[in-house]
């Protein structure tokens, strides 16, 4: 078995929040890579349609989406689940690049951690990555990517 085979995400479902992003967008091209189709999951409907555009393989899909709210959130799910059945992979992005595009300003921030924290909780939680048969969970600071079992 190849080392493509043995990663491959073939046939599964991966969201990215926070995928416009320098950081987002990256992960979005290495999931799609991969062969997964990817959900670009971000605030400005315009940069997730142009994303999205740019991605090898496919059907991938384009989706707004505020990590704050739970209700932006709820329909996110909906809709994934409608357009492809399962989530196998969450990428949960949003809200970290201040760190690294702007690392002066997101110093200055210290009250945002908890509410970006809270945020991420909330995605996972609605999103339903924190199911039984996570296979494989790697942390990069806030970005947090789990990948369900076949």
């Known amino acids: 078995m190849?080392?493509?085979?043995?990663?491959?995400?073939?046939?599964?479902?991966?969201?990215?929040?926070?995928?416009?992003?320098?950081?987002?967008?990256?992960?979005?091209?290495?999931?799609?890579?991969?062969?997964?189709?990817?959900?670009?999951?971000?605030?400005?409907?315009?940069?997730?349609?142009?994303?999205?555009?740019?991605?090898?393989?496919g059907p991938h899909l384009s989706l707004p989406t505020d990590v704050t709210d739970p209700g932006s959130l709820q329909d996110a799910r909906e809709i994934i689940l409608r357009s492809f059945g399962s989530i196998d992979v969450l990428v949960n992005n949003a809200a970290i690049n201040d760190m690294f595009e702007h690392p002066a300003l997101a110093a200055w921030s210290p009250g945002k951690a908890g509410n970006k924290r809270r945020s991420s909780e909330r995605c996972q939680y609605i999103l339903n990555s924190r199911r039984p048969g996570v296979r494989f969970s790697?942390?990069?600071?806030?970005?947090?990517l789990c990948r369900n079992s076949p």
């Open 138 to 144: 790697f942390r990069m600071r806030k970005s947090v």
């Open 2 to 57: 190849t080392a493509t085979e043995l990663f491959s995400l073939e046939n599964k479902t991966a969201v990215v929040t926070g995928a416009t992003g320098l950081i987002g967008s990256r992960h979005c091209r290495a999931l799609a890579e991969a062969g997964a189709q990817v959900v670009v999951a971000d605030l400005a409907p315009a940069q997730c349609e142009a994303l999205q555009k740019t991605l090898p393989g």
